[in-house]
């Protein structure tokens, strides 16, 4: 019986994945579909309920050829330290101007900042720049929004819209599970 | 449960022998940690992966020509309002066919009813068009609905303001 146990444990340890920590609340909606999220390889952009965005992908490679990137896209040179914490950031939900600020908070305060979300309008389409330059990084990468159920129509229609503009025509809504009705 | 080996109990006659260690290790605590570990790691594992739908937006037509023209017949469009209500007309805004904008709900009997009452046209396009102020959940709603009637011809579409008009009539005459 004991070696059973831990021949469990041991499986256990193996196989969990502790789930990053989410800086913001997404209460995702529920619907019948029942294909899974792929494993890796997906870029996540969440909108909560007061339509901010939060922009997360997952990869520490790619976070950092990412952030290279952006970094001399909109000529801001983000320190060493800064880098590896970048790609160790699950998502973050600022404007590229104040990442350096969010990068230097401290692991513990970093849930205390209020964070505004990614840009996304025509003018300052950040969002649209996040995308192109992750798919640049990463060509197999999978676009997901997870959207909240009370999130606003016109912030999914703008990021849907930030989409098509980067020629991304297919996506994955992320969901939670819901038994399919008789008809 | 941890217990101590009692040691040899006195002296016997004096005479000194090597003492026979016990060869049983007590694996009470050992186990106990094993447990402990494996309550834990059952609790904290998240075997649920996240469900997923897959959408394909049609991309952007380079030109105008290539698109074809829809039938006012074939047309369903459904307007989906704030308060959880779905505005729904047969045809397209400029001539709304007969009875005109009518209100429906995401229950069974309501915006199923409608799509599974058109099942039998083959060639019927649902035109869904979240307005301002309707949820993301009635968005994803209206989609799974889609999916569960397999009514595979549906689009996600901009509001006109022809149907904004109509919808605001259709709550001036208390729908």
């Known amino acids: 019986m004991v070696d059973l146990a831990f021949l469990l444990v041991t499986f256990f340890m193996l196989i969990s994945k502790f789930a990053p920590e989410e800086v913001v ?23 909560d309920k007061d339509g901010r965005i939060f922009y997360g ?62 840009p996304a309008d025509s003018l300052n389409n950040e969002l649209g720049d996040w995308i192109y330059q992750t798919r640049l990084s990463n060509p197999k990468v999978r676009i997901a929004i997870k959207g909240d159920n009370d999130a606003d129509v016109p912030t999914i229609k703008k990021v849907i819209k930030t989409l098509q503009d980067k020629k991304v025509n297919r996506f994955n809504l992320i969901t939670d599970m819901e038994a399919k009705p008789r008809i | 449960m941890a217990e101590i080996q009692e040691k040899g109990g006195g ?26 570990l494996l309550t834990f790691f059952i609790l904290t594992t998240t075997f649920a992966k996240p469900q997923t739908m897959e959408i394909s937006m049609p991309v952007k037509p380079k030109n105008q020509d290539e698109q074809s023209e829809l039938k006012a017949s074939n047309a369903l469009t459904l307007l989906l309002g704030e308060n959880d209500k779905i505005y729904w007309y047969a045809g397209l805004p400029d001539a709304p066919a007969a009875p005109g904008v009518q209100v429906a709900d995401y229950s069974a009997n309501g915006v199923r009813k409608i799509l599974l009452d058109r099942k039998s046209n083959p060639d019927l396009v649902v035109l869904i068009k979240p307005m301002e102020k309707a949820r993301y959940k009635n968005m994803v ?35």
Do not use: C, W
């Open chain 2, 141 to 175: 709603d209206l989609l799974d609905e889609m999916n569960i009637t397999e009514s595979n011809k549906y689009a996600i579409v901009d509001v006109d303001p022809r149907d904004e008009k109509l919808v605001t009539q259709a709550q001036a005459e208390g729908k």
């Open chain 1, 57 to 118: 992908v997952e990869g520490q490679h790619t976070k950092r050829e990412l952030i290279d990137k952006m970094g001399a896209k909109y000529n801001i040179s983000f320190s060493e330290a800064e880098k590896a914490k970048f790609s160790n950031t699950a998502s973050f939900g600022v404007p590229i101007a104040s990442l350096k600020q969010l990068l230097n908070t401290p692991e513990s305060q970093v849930k205390n900042i209020k964070q505004p979300g990614v």
């Open chain 1, 25 to 47: 609340v997404v209460d995702t909606p529920s619907s019948t579909s029942d294909i899974k999220l792929p494993e890796s390889d997906i870029l996540t952009i969440s909108v």
């Open chain 2, 11 to 36: 002296k016997k006659g004096g005479k000194k022998r090597a003492k026979k260690q016990s060869t049983k290790i007590d694996m009470t605590p050992m186990v106990d940690l094993g447990f402990l």
